[in-house]
């Protein structure tokens, strides 16, 4: 059965780094698209960055230059690097896959596998 795993995330000091890691389990095939999103306290899901199917890497402008959406040797594997954290990077990221071809990367809507979702903490 497809599901996602998630590891990393925990609580920094502002400046810290950070890195998160997703997993697509339960299929032999790996998924066309694979992205992180995050929810910061009392507002809306964002797009973070993602990849493709055609191994194409996007990022938020939220995080362009700063954070970094890599994949593994595996290809059903993701990875978010977040250096320099920043107090406002605060909120519950989350990792998400989808198998269809036609995915889009950044479109939330269109991902129907999602990670348990893990809490980042930035003090100032």
């Known amino acids: 059965q497809r599901h996602v795993v998630q590891s990393g995330g925990g609580s920094v000091q502002a400046g810290g780094s950070l890195r998160l890691s997703c997993t697509a389990a339960?299929?032999?095939?790996?998924?066309?698209?694979m992205g992180w999103f995050r929810q910061a306290p009392g507002k809306e899901r964002h797009w973070v960055g993602a990849v493709d199917g055609d191994d194409r890497i996007t990022d938020a402008d939220s995080v362009k230059g700063r954070f970094t959406v890599y994949q593994g040797n595996a290809k059903n594997t993701l990875y978010l690097h977040m250096p320099s954290l920043k107090p406002e990077d605060t909120g519950y990221y989350y990792c998400?896959?989808?198998?269809?071809?036609?995915?889009?990367?950044?479109?939330?809507?269109?991902?129907?596998?999602w990670g348990q979702g893990t809490q980042v903490t930035v003090s100032a």
């Open positions: 339960g299929d032999v095939f790996n998924p066309y698209c």
């Open positions: 998400a896959v989808d198998y269809n071809w036609a995915c889009v990367a950044s479109n939330d809507g269109g991902y129907k596998y």
